[in-house]
């Protein structure tokens, strides 16, 4: 990644574990690049990382560097979305089936776009041909944090004191609610 200018006068270092985490995704690792880490513990290094990603200014140039490269990127996040939404469908009965009590994998060729997508590695094995799949359950969860379905919901609640019989009515018409 091409390193753009440090306009908050943040130390080369604290510069360099920015640019290494934009990089990685990975504060702990960026922190060994950034720092010299040999006689650290793995336990120190994470809370160094953390810690320094907490620090304003910091926090600040991490950001700078996410809009840049969202900028620069011509990956949208419907572009994301399309390419998830191909693993979350993806059924296996797309890529084999089963007849006269064998198993038979379809023809490459006639997998279609999305389908292809899907396949995160296909071997040979001793057991024969391995076909696998991306992860649905990774998938999904990112899916959900994009959209915001995973997001917190705000219960604004006044208590007063009711009856028991009215109380579990309450109770059960928020619980359809969440």
């Known amino acids: 990644m091409e390193q753009s200018k440090n306009p908050i006068n943040l130390t080369v270092k604290q510069e360099n574990f920015c640019q290494a985490y934009i990089e990685t995704g990975n504060a702990s690792e960026a922190y060994r690049r950034a720092y010299s880490c040999r006689k ?39 572009d994301i979305l399309e390419e998830l939404s191909c693993i979350v469908f993806a059924d296996i009965r797309d890529y084999v089936s089963f007849k006269d009590g064998k198993l038979q994998f379809k023809d490459f060729d006639q997998l279609t776009d999305k389908q292809a997508r899907a396949i995160e590695s296909i071997r040979k094995s001793k057991n024969g041909i391995e076909i696998k799949l991306h992860g649905k359950s990774w998938s999904i969860e990112r899916i959900c944090k994009m959209l915001g379905y995973d997001a917190a919901k705000d219960l604004n609640l006044s208590i007063e004191r009711l009856p028991d019989d009215q109380l579990l009515t309450v109770i059960e018409q928020l619980s359809k609610k969440i």
């Open 40 to 78: 650290m513990k793995d336990s120190v290094i994470n809370i160094k990382a953390c810690e320094l990603l907490k620090n304003g200014k910091v926090t600040v140039r991490v950001r700078q560097l996410q809009a840049e490269l969202k900028k620069s990127s011509d990956i949208k996040k419907a």
